[in-house]
């Protein structure tokens, strides 16, 4: 599968990672001045870190679309996907939209990623995943009641519409391949829908009932307990008794077999409804213990309890050495480093990290070479600043 990605933040770019992570050739289409993920986050020696993750896997190479169109059309023509993220109109402006590119490659899957989608009223507005995430109802649910709304410290609205992008992506692959269409067809991707589709059974709770849910904090209002929970040493642990057996057996270690029994917790609402009543209890029990204890009576019960981990602390916990969940990987520029594996394992054609994030145009020669352009033609776009 050959993906050509001409997308930047965030979205767009990491559905060519996902791609790439499980075998498909990318190639990544920058600007001449960089990929603006080369420009975003940290450093190490003047070499962008967050670039070497959201990177890997593809092939660089450099060409101002907008002066070079039919460079991209090039590109286009044997390709399997095509993933982009500019505002609806621009590349039609610049004579490679849908209409064009499908006429070149008819077998083409065209992933369009914006903010708000090919279509309604907000169209052209700029949209980045913060929008996402104050727009699809995620931000008012989410904090303490009386503060403010809070936004997630990562790319949340991204990662997730990633996840629905590549989703697509296969379906549409498989239409076309699979069941023999022979056809491709363009992926309408709105940043601000698949978080939307993600809050549950929200739209019909108000249709039906009218209600509004509002913040509350690390508590649910479907069940309980459910919260974080601070140790004796100082350690955070989370906590979510959201099946009946699971509940009995918390309540059960927390406040002992009377309290458990009590007839207002037979039911998840009834939980709920004394919610603080349980908190007390269940983070009493908790706040009188160290961690390492917290978490070994809970296994021995079944209960359902976690330690609230930091980064350093992912990287000293067995489970994630065990399931090799972080990698290291040789960098050109850097050396070793660490980084997330490729998720989900699949058990006979797993995804692989296969290198970090080139350097800007490492592939060009490369590339343009299989495009069929000689020395004279590339220098040329090279002195005409294309690429």
């Given amino acids: 599968m050959r ?7 965030l979205a ?21 001045s960089g990929d603006a993920l080369r420009h975003t986050g940290f450093r190490k020696d003047g070499v962008p ?27 286009v023509k044997d390709a399997d996907v095509l993933i982009e993220s500019f505002r609806p109109g ?32 907000y169209r052209n507005r700029p949209g980045f995943g913060t929008l996402a995430e104050a727009m699809s109802g995620f931000a008012h649910i989410t904090g303490e009641p009386q503060a403010s709304p809070t936004l997630p410290p990562f790319g949340l609205a991204d990662g997730v519409a990633a996840q629905y992008g590549a989703f697509a992506t296969m379906f549409a692959l498989y239409e076309r391949d699979a069941k023999g269409s022979g ?8 940043i601000y829908e698949p978080l939307f589709a993600l809050l549950g059974y929200q739209p019909t709770l108000y249709d039906q009932l009218g209600i509004v849910q509002g913040r509350t904090g690390n508590r649910s209002q479907n069940n309980a307990p459910r919260n974080t929970y601070k140790t004796r040493d100082g350690r955070w642990v989370a906590l979510s008794a959201s099946t009946p057996s699971i509940a009995d057996r918390v309540l059960r270690l927390a406040g002992g077999d009377a309290f458990a029994a009590d007839p207002r917790f037979a039911t998840a609402a009834g939980r709920v409804a004394a919610i603080d009543e349980i908190d007390r209890v269940v983070g009493g029990w908790i706040a009188a213990r160290d961690l390492t204890e917290v978490i070994r009576i809970f296994e021995e019960y079944e209960g359902a309890i976690a330690p609230v981990y930091d980064i350093a602390q992912i990287f000293e916990d067995p489970q994630y050495a065990e399931r090799s969940d972080i990698i290291a990987v040789n960098d050109t520029e850097l050396g070793s480093i660490k980084m997330q594996n ?20 490492e592939h060009n020669e490369e590339v343009y070479r299989e495009l069929g352009l000689d020395a ?7 002195e005409g600043n294309i690429i």
């Fill in 183 to 190: 056809k491709g067809q363009f992926i309408d991707l709105a």
């Fill in 12 to 32: 767009g770019p990491l559905i060519a990672t996902h791609l790439g992570d499980f075998g498909a050739d990318v190639i990544k289409v920058e600007h001449p």
């Fill in 342 to 361: 490729v998720f989900p394992r699949l058990s006979r054609t797993p995804g692989k990290v296969r290198h970090t994030g080139p350097r800007v145009g």
């Fill in 49 to 75: 870190l967050w670039w070497k993750v959201g990177g890997r896997n593809k092939r660089s190479i450099t060409l101002d679309i907008k002066r070079g169109p039919d460079v991209l059309k090039k590109l």
């Fill in 3 to 9: 993906v050509i990605d001409i997308a930047t933040l």
């Fill in 376 to 382: 004279d033609q590339i220098a040329l776009l090279h």
């Fill in 90 to 121: 621009t590349l039609e402006k610049w004579g490679v939209g849908w209409e064009e590119l499908s006429a070149i490659n008819p077998r083409l899957i065209m992933v369009r990623v914006t903010g708000f989608g090919q279509t309604g009223p």
